[in-house]
């Protein structure tokens, strides 16, 4: 019986140590971890804004094999919600997708078991180049009386641990997408929203190319500006076909506007996008992008994908103001779907 006594009065004590402690513990923690990754901003951005993806690179992944996921909302878009429930190393809860920019995404995440808790987190892009700089932070809050048993471990070494394995993988898995050459050109694999073109459509003879731009692109900037919309771009290309036997393309000339609008009968706009794509960035004279387009056939093959007409060129240099053609950039996009199983 004394012995009894003694325990309970240690365990009282230790509870009373807890509460002690949980009146002047930290109940609030930042917890933050960067990486640099050598890969483009707008490629690292779209794999991590997807809660599908995470199974390639995130650091809770593998903990559980047997962990059931669910997903509901449009994955990628604020608003989307991932759940998912496992063993005691994973646990249960959930996770939105709260906000996103250009250069940040937050989500909350809310916390079943081992314990009930709700917290924001976030992952900050910062482009330079062909290289990106990213930021994962997550905010803890723990109420008292729980706050006092933090004061027996290092929550940041704990929790950090577990971000820094996470960037390394994300950063492994980008690298990877990003540095894979098709004929000497890195694929790019993005969704990209809806664009309005305003230009001309015809069928043009391949050697006439050049004088049908020449012609056609003036004339569309010129109804821009007079009908007062926004430029969104650079001048493009779409391209529905490219007949070799013919020797002729079912093309338009077009200039790339905010939003749709009416130009008289002489010029049409285009409602182009607002689905996955692949890109390619071409950098050379514009009768050379065909290694570019048949790259691009290279991966379509090896991923099982067929493109969805138009493609589109990007023309992003100003011929006038950059002289050397092997620094032109010519924007290649190709919007995608798989391609029909055959049996």
């Not at 290309?237 to 200039?255: C, K, P, R, S, V």
């Not at 991923?303 to 002289?323: A, F, H, N, R, W």
């Amino acid at each position: 019986m004394k012995i009894l006594k003694i325990l309970l009065f240690i365990l009282l004590g230790l509870v009373a140590l807890v509460v002690l402690l949980g009146l002047f513990a930290k109940k609030d923690y930042h917890i933050e971890r960067s990486i640099e990754v050598e890969a483009p901003k707008d490629l690292v951005y779209e794999h991590y804004r997807y809660f599908k993806n995470g199974k390639s690179w995130s650091p809770w992944a593998h903990l559980d094999p047997n962990m059931k996921e669910s997903f509901e909302g449009t994955d990628g878009e604020v608003g989307a919600v991932h759940k998912w429930s496992g063993n005691d190393d994973v646990g249960e809860g959930q996770q939105t997708i709260t906000a996103m920019t250009p250069d940040r995404i937050d989500t909350e995440v809310k916390f079943i078991r081992p314990f009930e808790s709700t917290a924001p987190r976030y992952m900050l892009f910062k482009g330079e180049g062909k290289k990106t700089q990213l930021t994962w932070a997550f905010d803890m809050h723990i109420a008292f009386p729980w706050n006092g048993f933090a004061m027996f471990t290092d929550m940041n070494a704990g929790v950090g641990g577990d971000y820094e394995r996470g960037l390394k993988n994300l950063k492994k898995v980008c690298e990877e997408i990003a540095h894979n050459k098709y004929r000497g050109f890195e694929v790019a694999e993005l969704e990209i929203p809806m664009k309005y073109y305003v230009g001309t459509r015809k069928t043009v003879p391949f050697a006439e190319i050049p004088v049908f731009f020449g012609a056609h692109l003036p004339l569309a900037m010129e109804a821009v500006l007079k009908g007062g919309a926004t430029l969104a771009g650079a001048p493009s290309g779409l391209f529905w076909n490219y007949d070799e036997q013919a020797g002729t393309t079912d093309m338009a000339a077009t200039i790339p506007i905010a939003a749709s609008q009416k130009f008289g009968n002489a010029l049409s706009v285009f409602n182009i996008g607002g689905q996955r794509a692949l890109q390619i960035d071409y950098y050379g004279p514009y009768e050379k992008t065909g290694e570019a387009h048949l790259g691009m056939d290279e991966y379509m093959a090896e991923k099982g994908l067929q493109s969805i007409p138009p493609v589109v060129e990007e023309y992003i240099t100003d011929p006038g103001k950059e002289p050397d053609t092997a620094k032109w950039l010519t924007r290649i996009i190709y919007f995608v779907e798989p391609k029909p199983q055959t049996n």
